[in-house]
């Protein structure tokens, strides 16, 4: 099964031949020629977005100025692991337009195969040279975890699979104070960017590589501020 899936990227152009893991992509032209960063600019730009976005001076945006643009393809400079919440959208809380960020989101921003695979799309292939984990305050998914651990809560559906993924994190903050939700906020975004960095041997190579960067962060909703926690 290795070799074959090692085939199907070499063909890809996602592996070299004297390499064990992906290599990105070289690619002509970029539609977004701006996007084309390293790991540390991808996380300042972010970053000063966000200031924008807080101070009030994000930038208006027109779609039609780049549709031509990107119908042909996209370079996003950073991806987005996200919590589905209304109030957090990545694109207007870091003042971004079209194709600049790759976003994958879910309630409690916790790992699944799907957003792996989103994930290591976004860096093999788009060459994204930044990973953010984004929480937030207030989030649901964290509370019912912590419900379910406390409290021995089953929820319906498959609600009670997404407290059950997110738990560890709950048992890893051993902390009863006011802010113990917001402690295991953070706690699972840094467990997640922990294990993008490592369980994944694709955004291993990268990052061990320093091809890509690997960060969390949480956002505030009384604010609007993104602070970095990992």
């Known amino acids: 099964m290795a070799s074959a899936v090692s085939f199907g990227m070499l063909r890809a152009g996602m592996l070299s031949a004297d390499e064990s893991m992906p290599v990105q992509t070289p690619r002509a032209s970029s539609p977004k020629p701006e996007n084309v960063l390293t790991p540390d600019q991808a996380l300042e730009r972010l970053m000063q977005g966000n200031e924008r976005y807080v101070s009030g001076k994000s930038k208006p945006l027109d779609f039609h100025d780049i549709q031509s643009t990107l119908a042909g393809g996209q370079n996003p400079y950073a991806t987005i692991l996200g919590c589905s919440d209304s ?55 964290v509370k019912a975890a912590v419900d379910a651990v406390d409290n021995h809560r089953d929820f319906p559906g498959h609600i009670q699979l997404m407290a059950s993924a997110i738990a560890p994190s709950v048992r890893a903050v051993n902390d009863r104070s006011s802010s113990r939700v917001m402690n295991i906020t953070r706690m699972n975004v840094i467990m997640t960017v922990e294990r993008l960095r490592t369980k994944s041997p694709i955004l291993d190579y990268y990052h061990d590589h320093k091809k890509i960067r690997i960060v969390g962060g949480i956002y505030h909703l009384n604010t609007g501020k993104v602070e970095l926690v990992a």
Not at 107 to 135: F, K, Q, R
Request: aromatic letters at 8%; hydrophobic letters at 40%.
């Open 87 to 141: 109030r957090v959208s990545p694109e207007h809380c870091f003042d971004e337009a079209h194709g600049d960020l790759f976003v994958a989101r879910g309630a409690g921003n916790y790992l699944t195969n799907d957003n792996i695979a989103t994930i290591e799309y976004s860096v093999a292939v788009l060459n994204t040279p930044l990973v953010m984990v984004l929480g937030h305050e207030s989030c649901g998914a």
